[in-house]
């Protein structure tokens, strides 16, 4: 579903993104993780058309990004950290713009389960300024999920939420995965990162430093079969780097 081939991104003589490779199929749950300034969100806003690639390609659903970003942008969601609200537009007002731009009919009878599942049902007339840091976000999924994607990339996504707020994300993730979304969670909450995905990719320095399924990037990295995500994640950018393992 998400396809990412030699994908290169370079500002003048810095590489941001080089020649990266992966691939998340339906159902499957990708964690992004690497320190700061690995890429992360390069290679995510060249994966959604914000930014063009300069080598290499994306593909959503088949669809090459570069080559037809409108059909590709309609199989896929893209959740940043910080929430893009319009100041004058209610909760309700902002679903039925989303539901304009992508065609989506019955946009009402989709909304309200998903104003249920966040738990917003009794803000649908409320303006962003009413609206906790926490609610914003939630408003960014709803509008993010209406259509219907099936590929969603998440970046931090629990910025923001309370304890209720944190569950009922797991538990969007978990079931959008069960429907067949192929989904990609970028996140510096390895704990996170753990509990829901399936498959994981670490970057370094614009390189890819492992990519498989979590037992298997485990198995590669642990010293022992207790070893936490964060003790897999150190070994992995401390071996890339030549630090002590």
Not at 47 to 57: D, F, K, N, R, V
Not at 168 to 195: F, N, P, Q
Request: some cysteine; aromatic content about 4%.
């Amino acid at each position: 579903m998400i396809e990412v081939s030699r994908l290169c991104k370079r500002y003048d003589d810095f590489t941001a993104v080089d020649d990266l490779s992966f691939a998340v199929g339906a159902g499957e749950v990708m964690g992004l993780v690497g320190p700061n300034g690995a890429g992360k969100t390069t290679t995510l806003r060249c994966l959604c058309g914000i930014i063009p690639a300069t080598s290499g390609q994306a593909r959503i659903g088949g669809v090459e990004v570069g080559e037809d970003p409108v059909a590709a942008k309609r199989q896929l969601a893209f959740i940043p950290d910080e929430p893009r609200l319009f100041e004058h537009l209610t909760v309700e007002q902002h679903l039925n713009f989303v539901a304009r731009l992508y065609q989506v009919g019955d946009w009402q009878a989709r909304a309200q389960p998903l104003l249920d599942e966040l738990e917003m049902a009794d803000k649908r007339r409320l303006l962003p300024a009413e609206l906790s840091r926490g609610m914003k976000q939630k408003l960014a999924i709803a509008c993010g999920l209406l259509h219907a994607p099936r590929a969603i990339i998440l970046d931090e996504p629990l910025t923001g939420l309370d304890p209720y707020g944190i569950r009922s994300m797991k538990d969007t993730m978990r079931r959008l995965a069960r429907e067949g979304a192929a989904i990609i969670l970028s996140s510096h909450l390895l704990g996170l990162v753990e509990e829901v995905c399936t498959h994981l990719l670490i970057l370094k320095n614009g390189r890819k430093v492992a990519d498989g399924t979590v037992a298997q990037v485990r198995e590669r990295y642990a010293v022992d079969a207790g070893a936490s995500l964060e003790d897999v994640f150190f070994r992995a950018t401390a071996q890339e780097t030549g630090g002590a393992p």
